[in-house]
């Protein structure tokens, strides 16, 4: 093989000992949804890059710099989705979701692909798990979501978890407080870095959560959105928020939190750990999201977390998911006869569930024993010829030596003891 052939960059193999830690967080966000009544879909690795275009924004980082583009045989412009909100929202319409009790609930688990500058927490293909529920307005739905989020983050036994949220009003009300905040940042052009400059013409909210120290300072002092927001907006953020401290879930207001997509109204919030590698979950409201990509207007919440990301959080915070089950039983095998009788077992065991290791590409058994021994495993069948044509096989017992001849007949019941 080409020894320059690697994983692309900002992407990466999904290695056996990290599966589990997958897996423990799949179990874990299938549990919880599925307590919430929510159901399952998987919308297409590709979808039409305009539906990214209109439903994530033009303006915003995502669409402008960070789409997998191509362009299909057939001329048809595609992109790997690098979020699953707008897809989800597009399939609730195709699929005629709105003739269906609301609000429809979804959840989703799979691979998302994002043209970033790879660093810690941040790849060019990562898994998330999402959570949208369709179909109504009411702020209880926004808590419940929060709850459900920190649920499967508690559940991994995450700590020091910190839940940010703010609200950042709706078409009625934003446009007032865009206008007073690029008011503000004119006067203050020449201090804000270049990615900045560039945003005050087309996404000033953007500004508010820039990393750069010299836009912090001038954010600091910048007009807060909560105090122009709509009666409207305000009763359902305080409503929110009610709720959250009714449930005694701590967060903290952040009036800067606007996060890197455009369809959001109302609520927003982040999830962090205390590690640096990015918010864990991140999520909110967008009741415009269906008017956007074309359709109705279509109240709707949820969230999506990233997996790798919390994956490393449990790492470093020492969570190991529960080990694999380490089978205790190895077959091994004397000649043809007995290697083909040992495929036959094997799919005998599966269907009994019982664990066995095997090594079907060797033929001398004391190879297969030493393997057995140092896999550590204590018990040990050996099929040869003779033992087929007896319809038997020899039990050993690798600690004490022991071994007897068990009736094939006989066998799944006599495992299942030692299971
Ligand atoms: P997002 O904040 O862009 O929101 O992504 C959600 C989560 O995905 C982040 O909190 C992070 O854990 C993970 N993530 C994002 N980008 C990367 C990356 N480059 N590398 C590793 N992990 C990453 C959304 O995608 C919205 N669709 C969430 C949502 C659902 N809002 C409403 N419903």
Known sequence: MNPKYQTPRGMSDILPEDWPFFEKILRVVEEIAKFYGFKRIETPILEERALFERGVGLSTDIVQKEMFNLRTKGGDYLSLRPEGTAPVVRAYF??????????????????????????????????????????????????????MCLSVLKELKIENLTLRINSIGNSFCRPYYKKSLVSYLKKRFAGLCPDCKRRLKQNPLRILDCKDERC?????????????????????????????????????????????????????????????????????????????????????????????????????????PK????????????????????????????????????????????????????????YVLILGQKEVLEKKIILKDMKTGKQKLLKLKRLIKELKKIK
């Open 216 to 320: 912090r300072q001038i954010v600091s002092q910048a007009p807060q959105i909560l105090d122009y927001l709509c009666e409207s907006c305000k009763e359902h953020f305080k409503k929110v928020l009610e709720i959250l401290e009714y449930l005694e879930i701590p967060f903290q207001l952040d009036p800067y939190l606007v996060r890197g997509l455009d369809y959001y109204t109302r609520t927003v919030f982040e999830i962090e750990a205390k590690e640096e590698v990015g918010s864990l979950i991140g999520g909110g409201r967008y009741d415009l999201l269906g008017k956007i990509i074309g359709r109705e207007e279509l109240p709707a919440v949820g969230a999506a977390g990233g997996v790798e990301r919390i994956m490393e959080v449990m790492k470093s915070q020492k969570i190991s």
């Open 94 to 147: 195709q699929h005629g979701f709105k003739e269906l009790p609301q609000p429809v609930k979804l959840w989703y688990f799979g691979p998302f692909f994002r043209y970033e500058r790879p660093q810690a927490g941040r790849k060019r293909q990562f898994w998330q798990f999402g959570f949208e529920v369709l179909g109504e307005a009411n702020p209880a739905l926004d808590a419940q979501i929060i709850q």
């Open 323 to 378: 080990k694999e089950k380490w089978p205790k039983i190895f077959l091994a095998q004397i000649g043809d006869l007995a290697k083909k009788e040992a495929l036959k077992l094997l799919e005998e065991f599966r269907k009994n569930k019982i664990l066995v290791l095997e090594s079907l590409g060797k033929d001398s058994l004391r190879a297969q024993l030493r393997l057995a021994e140092k896999y550590n495993i204590r």
